[in-house]
């Protein structure tokens, strides 16, 4: 949803007071005064679906989009649903119409063709046009020189120069049989490598707050922009990874350079690894003598405006500490976003080599556990609205993994069964009467027998 | 930058512009979205493409709404047809081109009415099976009979219009482009 001023509501789970309603009832209430209020359900996600693909996703509960500036709590969705209730008594509309009522269902995807928050969440930012008059082109056209003959070739120097070495460094390494001392140096010379990187993109990070100290059963998560995060972080506090197997220079990188991390690596669409995958992440964190693992739970990278589902996944593991950081880049001078579908990974960074300077904020923000009644999916769920908060991200509960397959009709039953519910409660009487006449059609001939 | 949305020739946005009640900057707005829609890029846009957007596709009424925004029926949505159709939901839209959309999504057939079995296949699409066909086909009857004044068993379009009389269309069916 666009910050148009554009209110999303789903009537989600456990929701507190208006104790003389049922959630049903307060449901149906919402749908129909929608229109009144302006308020309209955008996604119709309203409980923990899974996808095809087994146990990779399950939807967070609720969801709830708004401006980026507010961050909704709990508390104003009851005080909205109270507005809505007492809103809808004062109109006295008891009329229902069946015709009017399920128009919103139609409004709903026209509104959905002509912008919807999914796409939105992977959409680089166009560039803004400001070189309109002579004396802003002149001034613009002087700094593409600049970024483009000054910076970008000192900057690429640099890197590849920074690279070779580093290169050179692990071939010596290679001679050197491992130990543990061995891992400590290669891990502060990929600190060093990471700065290199910082360097090259003129990087200009700030951190708020220290990192948490090692500790076992700990997982870093943060949201997730481009491979950048991953550069940010090592360099400031050396992690490790679980991800998606990237083919190319990447995959190269992956393999290879950051072996030493014990990082761990997955196809994207291999679920059969996953208990492994499990495994492995276990065995990881428990060992203190790791580097942290880093986790990106939304498992796709979204343009930094968006947050999308985190998935369950780590917020699974038993007593896990989880370490929330929230990542904001600022885009006045370009978009960090990385598309992998639009753009190689090499053209990502030339391109933000070219552009003035890279800004970011990453909070570290205070480590969270589970609590004893929290579902894994409440928990990821809560994980997500603190980072959203922290970074101003407009939280969604769309899985990232919709970009490469097709919602499956197990959520749109989820619609379908809001719509039906609605009818039930305005021709529940109809319905009843229905089977009362049943009732006695069968019990009609029974007593006509007994008659005979 | 934007080097998609200068493919619209000034002319054809003029016209465009003379069919709808958009105007130049929301054409080739709707323009960027329409090719971002086309996957393929073959100018127009499938079903299968519209349902590549999680929130239209999970929409229970997203196959009649396509169907409305399809006119000349050949299973797919070019530019035309798009913007024709959103221009009725422009906040500038004629009320009576939008009650008309309503009418659309229910008159399955184009025969202008509305049937007993029409009604019941678009109830279908949006309670799934969450409701039985008995109990569907109650509210159906019900509804037509509450509507139906000539007694004819199905809606016309003025039966129809006169159900949504006190319906603020301008409010409801308006959509942000």
Known sequence: ?452 | MGTNSSSLRPEEIEEMQKGTNFNQKEIKRLYKRFKKLDKDGNGCITSDEFFMIPELAVNPLVKRVISIFDSNGDDSVNFKEFITALSVFNSRGDKNAKLEFAFKVYDIDNDGFISNGELFKVLKMMVGNNLSDIQLQQIVDKTILEADEDGDGKISFQEFAKVLTHTDLDNKMTVRV
């Open chain 1, 1 to 452: 949803m666009r910050a148009s001023g554009l209110l999303s509501v789903t009537p989600s789970t456990p929701m507190s007071p208006a104790a003389h309603l049922n959630d049903e009832q307060k449901k149906s209430l919402i749908k129909r005064v929608q229109s009144v209020d302006g308020f309209r359900i955008t996604a119709p996600l309203e409980k923990n679906q899974t996808l095809p693909f087994v146990g990779i996703a399950d939807a967070t509960s609720s969801f709830f989009t708004t401006d980026k500036e507010q961050v909704w709590t709990d508390d104003l969705r009851v005080e909205i649903e109270d507005h809505i209730i007492s809103r809808l008594r004062a109109s006295g509309q008891d009329s229902f119409n069946i015709f009017s009522d399920l128009l919103p269902v139609v409004v709903e995807g026209v509104d959905a063709v002509v912008k919807d928050s999914f796409t939105e969440s992977f959409r680089p930012r166009a560039p803004d046009a400001w070189n309109w008059n002579i004396f802003l082109f002149f001034t613009w056209t002087l700094g593409v020189i600049v970024r483009y003959l000054v910076l970008f070739p000192m900057r690429f120097l640099f890197l590849l120069l920074g690279t070779l070495i580093f290169i050179l460094v692990n071939l010596i390494l290679l001679l050197v049989p491992p130990s543990k001392g061995k891992d400590a140096f290669f891990r502060k010379l990929l600190n060093v490598w990471s700065s290199v990187w910082l360097y090259s993109l003129s990087a200009v990070i700030k951190y708020h707050n220290a990192p948490p100290p090692r500790r076992p059963n700990q997982i870093f998560v943060s949201n997730h922009t481009s491979l950048i995060d991953f550069i940010v972080l090592t360099e400031h506090c050396g992690v490790a990874t679980v991800g998606q197997k990237h083919p190319g220079l990447v995959g190269f990188l992956q393999n290879k350079v950051i072996a030493p991390l014990r990082n761990i690596w997955f196809e994207r669409f291999e679920s059969r690894d996953r208990s492994l995958v499990a495994k492995r992440i276990k065995d990881h964190i428990n060992d203190t003598t790791n580097p942290p693992l880093l986790i990106f739970p939304e498992g796709v990278c979204v343009n930094n405006e968006y947050c999308v589902m985190f998935k369950k996944g780590v917020f699974e593991i038993d007593d896990v500490e989880i370490c929330p950081i929230a990542i904001k880049y600022n885009k006045t001078f370009s978009d960090p976003y990385w598309s992998s579908k639009d753009e190689s990974f090499v053209g990502h960074i030339m391109r933000l080599m070219k552009s003035w300077c890279l800004v970011a904020d990453v909070w570290f923000l205070e480590p969270e556990k589970k609590g004893k009644k929290e579902s894994p999916i409440d928990f990821a769920s809560r994980i997500q609205k603190m980072i959203s908060a922290k970074a101003g991200l407009v939280n969604l509960s769309w899985d990232g993994y919709l970009k490469y397959y097709a919602p499956s009709d197990r959520l749109r039953n989820e619609r379908q069964k809001i719509v039906a519910n609605q009818l039930k409660r305005r021709f529940g009487h109809l319905f009843v009467e229905e089977e009362e006449e049943q009732k006695e059609k069968k019990e009609e001939p029974q007593s006509d027998k007994k008659n005979e």
